[in-house]
C-alpha cells in the first residue's frame, strides 16, 4: 500500500525521506516551492542522489510533486499565465532528476471568463511546457468548483486533456475531499462516482489519490479538509476508497490538517490497520493455473 502525506520540502530530499519513513510512509508530496510563489531552490545533486537510494532500498512509491497554489493557467492576466508557464517549464526540468514522479497542479480560475476559454488556457499552457522526453506525469486535480475554479466536473478535466497536443503526458489526481464538495458522492456511490469518472476521463489516467476528510457536506463547493473520520466524509467511506479493487494500487496522499508529523502517523497507521488483503490471486498462483491451463491443452 503506497500511503504518506504532504510534507515540507525544507531539508531537501534525503529530508523528505526521513520525515517520510519516521511516520510509516512510502510516498510523499511536497511542494516544488514556496506554495505562494517565488523561486525554487537549486537542486542538490548529492541530496537527489542519496533520496534516490533511499527510495530503492524502501521500495517508495511515486514522488508527487506539487506546483504552487498562485499557479493560475487560466487568469485573465496575460502575466500570471505567463508566470504560471514558467514555473511549469522550470519545475518539469527539475524534476527530470527523479525519473518516475509525479507533478500535481490545480487547473486554475477563469475568474469570469467562462469555463471554456479558461479550458483553452490550461491547454494552451500545458502545450507550451510540455516535452516528448520528459519522465515526469503532470496531474490534474480534481476540484471543489467553488468560485470560478475549472476542475470541478470531470467533464472540465476531460476538455483540457483532449486539446493538448502532448495528451499522453497526463493524468489525474483525485482528491476525495474536492469532489465530495463538488458533488460526486463517494460515501454512498462509490462505484457509481468511479464509472462516471471512467467514462468521462478513462480510470488510466487515474494516477494518485489525495486522501481527506472535508468539513462541509455533500455539493457545498468549499474545499475545507478534515482529518480522516472527522468529516462529513468520514472514516468508513474513506476506508471503502483504499480498499476499492480499481483504486487499491493507486498512491495514495493525505492532505488533512495536522500539528506536527505525528497527526499523519496516526492517520496512516489507522488506514493501513483497515487495509483489507487484496482480493486478487497471487501472481505466483496466477502464473501457476495459466501454465497448468497450458500443459493440458497441450495434452489434449
Partial sequence: MF????????EGFRGLARDALSIGANVFQF??????????????PADVSAFLQTARDHAFGPVLAHAPYTL????????????ARDVFADD?????SIP???????????????????VAQIAEVLDETLRPDQSTTVLLETMSGKGSEVGGRFSEIRAVIVRVALGSRLGVCLDTCHVWDAGYDIVSDLDGVLREFDRTIGLDRLRAVHLNDSKNPLGSRKDR?????????GLEALVRVVNHPLLRDLPFYL???QDDLSGWAAEIALLRSRRSPDPRPARSAVADAAGKDAAGKQDA
Avoid: W
Fill in 3 to 10: 500511503l504518506g502525506c504532504h510534507l515540507s520540502a525544507a
Fill in 31 to 44: 511542494f516544488t516551492r514556496n506554495p505562494r510563489g517565488g523561486a525554487a531552490r537549486p537542486l542538490d
Fill in 72 to 83: 493560475n493557467a487560466c487568469s485573465a492576466k496575460p502575466e500570471v499565465r505567463r508566470f
Fill in 92 to 96: 518539469l526540468v527539475r524534476m527530470d
Fill in 100 to 118: 518516475g514522479n509525479l507533478y500535481n497542479f490545480h487547473p486554475g480560475s477563469h475568474v469570469g471568463q467562462g469555463v471554456e476559454t479558461g
Fill in 225 to 233: 479538509h478534515a482529518r480522516i473520520g472527522e468529516g462529513c466524509i
Fill in 255 to 257: 492532505e488533512t490538517p
